[in-house]
């Protein structure tokens, strides 16, 4: 039995009021609120294990270094992958995707070669593809989506797939739609045509079991503060494979194996990717998370996130003028983006926030997936395991009194 009043116990800032009303956190799809368990981790280490990580010979360094790679095993475990050393850390999704983007077309792409990526992507997986189409010459292509937000058929896909496509670049979830792609068959479509595939996994990382043995993706990448860790720390995932032929993205400490005036050889994997001092408390602080997610039950949390995604739609649908956008709920994940009437997205947000309601507004970072559906922005709330049905009441109760003042 999922209980949820002992989940919420482990997250005090749920107890606080905003403008003298109780909180409602429905912004979790920009970053999620952490348990207890993860600030008390990263504080201890602060306070006793507090040294730089690798090479050091005193204990404290010793023990710094076996957090930081126990923290390693532990994400390598989380999402099932072969080798530890197929795990890079990174500050963030974003980041995980600009070292791919740099290292991938720096050796594997020449001018005219194409990265082919959605209609529904977020900026940090459009970007740094076009700015190596600046300065390289490649090409970034799109795959279109249907009106109600998936992926044109898997024929559709096919066709897109030429001799010029180096890599496919996908979301597994969008953050605005919930959309849930079917990664899967897209990476064995993408395969049996030689072309690798890297998954943006910030959005599913949280919600749902993954892995990567199974999806036999090439690359997958995720965010700390979106499954309950610190900010700033971030995960790639590559097949090892990959990672050998990849050159490194950074220069600097930490990923060299011997500098001379000559030249400059470089350290095994991962750490080659890892140039400079690693935040190796906020390491310690993601293994926490991951821990507390399996305590929880990844499964538990899914079931409980579907029946808030499901009632959520349920109810936003007895609003007058309100437009959902995305699929239906059996085939997104917890996010769920509307617009009311004529009503500024925005207003909408500055009111609720004035009830206690955290919801966030405008384009979500996903500029052209707004100009296919032809709106500035949306309203998005977006759950977490924390949250309850009583909070989508709250919610909708909300929009109806903004409503009722226009």
Same mark, same amino acid.
């Given at each position: 039995?999922?209980?949820?009043?002992?989940?919420?116990?482990?997250?005090?800032?749920?107890?606080?009021?905003?403008?003298?009303?109780?909180?409602?956190?429905?912004?979790?799809?920009?970053?999620?609120?952490?348990?207890?368990?993860?600030?008390?981790?990263?504080?201890?280490?602060?306070?006793?294990?507090?040294?730089?990580?690798?090479?050091?010979?005193?204990?404290?360094?010793?023990?710094?270094?076996?957090?930081?790679?126990?923290?390693?095993?532990?994400?390598?475990?989380?999402?099932?992958?072969?080798?530890?050393?197929?795990?890079?850390?990174?500050?963030?999704?974003?980041?995980?995707?600009?070292?791919?983007?740099?290292?991938?077309?720096?050796?594997?792409?020449?001018?005219?070669?194409?990265?082919?990526?959605?209609?529904?992507?977020?900026?940090?997986?459009?970007?740094?593809?076009?700015?190596?189409?600046?300065?390289?010459?490649?090409?970034?292509?799109?795959?279109?989506?249907?009106?109600?937000? *998936?992926? @044109? +058929?898997? =024929? &559709?896909?096919? !066709? $897109?797939?030429?001799?010029? /496509?180096?890599?496919?670049?996908?979301?597994?979830?969008?953050?605005?739609?919930?959309?849930?792609?079917?990664?899967?068959?897209?990476?064995?479509?993408?395969?049996?045509?030689?072309?690798?595939?890297?998954?943006?996994?910030?959005?599913?990382?949280?919600?749902?079991?993954?892995?990567?043995?199974?999806?036999?993706?090439?690359?997958?990448?995720?965010?700390?503060?979106?499954?309950?860790?610190?900010?700033?720390?971030?995960?790639?995932?590559?097949?090892?494979?990959?990672?050998?032929?990849?050159?490194?993205?950074?220069?600097?400490?930490?990923?060299?194996?011997?500098?001379?005036?000559?030249?400059?050889?470089?350290?095994?994997?991962?750490?080659?990717?890892?140039?400079?001092?690693?935040?190796?408390?906020?390491?310690?602080?993601?293994?926490?998370?991951?821990?507390?997610? *399996?305590? @929880? +039950?990844? =499964? &538990?949390?899914? !079931? $409980?996130?579907?029946?808030? /995604?499901?009632?959520?739609?349920?109810?936003?649908?007895?609003?007058?003028?309100?437009?959902?956008?995305?699929?239906?709920?059996?085939?997104?994940?917890?996010?769920?983006?509307?617009?009311?009437?004529?009503?500024?997205?925005?207003?909408?947000?500055?009111?609720?926030?004035?009830?206690?309601?955290?919801?966030?507004?405008?384009?979500?970072?996903?500029?052209?997936?707004?100009?296919?559906?032809?709106?500035?922005?949306?309203?998005?709330?977006?759950?977490?395991?924390?949250?309850?049905?009583?909070?989508?009441?709250?919610?909708?109760?909300?929009?109806?009194?903004?409503?009722?003042?226009?």
């Amino acid at each position: 039995m999922y209980n949820i009043n002992k989940v919420r116990e482990d997250f005090p800032i749920l107890s606080r009021e905003v403008y003298g009303r109780p909180l409602v956190y429905l912004d979790n799809a920009a970053t999620t609120q952490k348990p207890l368990c993860v600030l008390d981790a990263m504080r201890d280490e602060y306070l006793n294990v507090n040294a730089n990580v690798h090479r050091g010979v005193h204990y404290l360094s010793q023990q710094a270094t076996d957090l930081h790679e126990a923290a390693r095993e532990t994400v390598r475990a989380f999402i099932n992958a072969a080798k530890t050393e197929e795990i890079v850390f990174t500050r963030g999704t974003t980041e995980a995707i600009n070292l791919v983007a740099s290292s991938f077309c720096d050796s594997q792409m020449s001018e005219g070669d194409e990265v082919l990526v959605t209609e529904m992507e977020h900026h940090s997986n459009i970007v740094p593809w076009q700015l190596q189409a600046q300065r390289k010459g490649i090409v970034v292509r799109h795959l279109p989506i249907s009106d109600d937000g *998936r992926l @044109v +058929g898997c =024929d &559709s896909v096919a !066709a $897109h797939l030429t001799e010029r /496509t180096k890599l496919l670049s996908i979301a597994h979830v969008s953050n605005v739609l919930g959309t849930v792609n079917p990664v899967k068959e897209l990476v064995k479509m993408a395969h049996e045509r030689g072309i690798p595939v890297l998954v943006d996994a910030a959005q599913s990382a949280p919600h749902f079991a993954i892995d990567v043995q199974a999806l036999d993706c090439d690359f997958l990448a995720f965010s700390g503060h979106k499954m309950y860790g610190p900010t700033g720390i971030g995960v790639l995932y590559g097949k090892e494979e990959w990672l050998d032929r990849l050159p490194p993205y950074q220069g600097g400490g930490e990923m060299i194996d011997k500098v001379t005036w000559e030249r400059t050889t470089f350290e095994r994997l991962p750490f080659k990717f890892e140039a400079g001092t690693p935040d190796f408390v906020a390491t310690h602080g993601l293994a926490t998370a991951i821990n507390y997610l *399996r305590t @929880v +039950g990844l =499964d &538990s949390i899914e !079931a $409980h996130e579907k029946d808030l /995604t499901r009632y959520c739609l349920q109810q936003l649908q007895t609003i007058d003028g309100i437009h959902i956008y995305g699929p239906e709920a059996d085939s997104r994940d917890a996010v769920v983006s509307f617009n009311v009437g004529s009503i500024h997205h925005l207003d909408i947000g500055t009111l609720l926030d004035r009830l206690g309601i955290a919801v966030r507004t405008g384009h979500h970072c996903a500029q052209p997936l707004m100009d296919r559906l032809g709106i500035s922005g949306t309203v998005r709330a977006s759950f977490a395991l924390y949250n309850t049905r009583e909070e989508i009441d709250a919610l909708v109760a909300g929009i109806r009194r903004v409503a009722s003042m226009f």
